[in-house]
């Protein structure tokens, strides 16, 4: 009888800030990935046409870009940026980005009044 000691790793998430501002919606960023990438490749890793995989990405509310065409095309693909686009939504700290904001304002200002009073506006 042997015992395997199970490697943990640590998830870590690198990834561009902004993509809730970017995108409406899951299905808004996945029509970019798609577009981006190219609608013929993806609809060949997704064994559609491309009039059919465009019709998904659509508000049609009569086709559907369902789990099983996410999931294949995480796989094919390799782009991550749904996955980081669910996270920011749903896994981010709202606080945390409204303190974020509140800093950078801080430091615009900082950098804007030796401009404003050159200016004579201060």
Do not use: W
């Not at 390799?78 to 939504?89: F, G, H, S």
């Amino acid at each position: 009888m042997s015992i395997t000691a199970k490697k943990t790793e640590q998830l870590r998430l690198d990834f561009e800030p902004g993509l809730t501002e970017r995108y409406t919606s899951l299905r808004d960023c996945m029509a970019t990935c798609i577009y981006k990438r190219g609608l013929s490749t993806c609809a060949i890793d997704l064994d559609e046409s491309p009039g059919n995989l465009s019709n998904k990405l659509s508000e049609n509310p009569n086709r559907h870009f369902n789990i099983q065409d996410f999931e294949r095309y995480l796989e094919k693909s390799r782009d991550p940026t749904p996955i980081y686009y669910l996270a920011e939504r749903f896994l981010s700290d709202k606080s945390a980005r409204t303190d974020a904001a509140s800093v950078e304002v801080l430091q615009a200002l900082t950098s804007l009044m030796p401009l404003l009073k050159r200016a004579g506006l201060t």
